[in-house]
């Protein structure tokens, strides 16, 4: 009897199942949403998955390293951050760069270094210690054109290439042993090759020379050892180098 009375009542639930198609279509359609919101999130995680972050090889010399700072605090670093608030995703920075390099230290070094990639950005500080070490403007202009050639080797085929120039270490409390004006008037000589040295290349150039000026009257600016920038002047320059260099 429990047996009868259970198969009419399945009977009875299963015909009014079927004299309600729209539990069938709204089934369909809800199937189909889960569906397609499937498909159009494996679509985006494959999208995301292809893009690939921009690569940047900075090269130079105490002024690259961030010497007295961070790593985080050096510009090439914040350069990254930079980017990254204006949208554009950049992998970490590799540098090539040493305290107390000249050119022909930093070209020995890239000869020297195994390199696995190509770089989309590529950046070139360089000359202050030829300039401390009195080495000639000549000497200065012949590496720059080696370095040009290296550069050229490790940038993609769409990559971009910028010059920054060279600091003026006479604007520091270390400069004050030294002569503040033959140092600038020589810093000045070794941007103006840097400038020449740009245009003749079709590069970017970029003057982060006056924000370093504003260091004897602004000592927030250096780092401990009063001669290199702080963290807070890497972020000016940061800023500088992609309003010029990507705006």
């Not at 020449?196 to 003057?207: E, I, P, R, W």
Request: hydrophobic share 35%; net charge negative; proline share 2%.
């Amino acid at each position: 009897m429990d047996i009868f009375i259970r198969s009419i009542l399945v009977s009875i639930f299963l015909l009014s199942l079927s004299c309600n198609p729209q539990n069938t279509a709204e089934n369909d359609i809800n199937y189909s949403i889960i569906e397609n919101e499937n498909f159009e999130s494996n679509e985006i995680d494959l999208i995301n998955s292809s893009i690939s972050k921009f690569s940047f090889l900075a090269l130079g010399d105490s002024y690259t390293i961030g010497e007295g700072v961070n790593e985080n605090e050096r510009w090439p670093n914040q350069f990254v951050e930079v980017a990254y608030e204006n949208g554009l995703d950049f992998e970490k920075p590799e540098i090539i760069a040493e305290t107390g390099w000249k050119t022909y230290d930093l070209l020995n070094a890239i000869s020297q270094t195994n390199f696995t990639q190509k770089y989309d950005y590529v950046s070139l500080l360089i000359g202050v210690n030829n300039q401390f070490n009195s080495r000639s403007i000549d000497e200065f202009e012949e590496d720059l054109n080696k370095l040009m050639d290296k550069m050229n080797s490790l940038k993609t085929s769409n990559g971009n290439i910028i010059i920054v120039s060279i600091p003026d270490w006479g604007y520091t409390p270390f400069g004050n042993s030294y002569n503040r004006e033959v140092i600038s008037s020589e810093i000045n000589l070794f941007n103006n090759s840097l400038i020449n040295f740009a245009n003749s290349n079709g590069l970017k150039y970029v003057d982060v020379t006056e924000i370093s000026r504003r260091a004897l009257n602004e000592s927030n600016l250096l780092a401990s050892d009063n001669l290199h920038p702080s963290g807070l002047m890497y972020l000016e320059w940061a800023k500088k180098i992609y309003e010029t260099w990507i705006d």
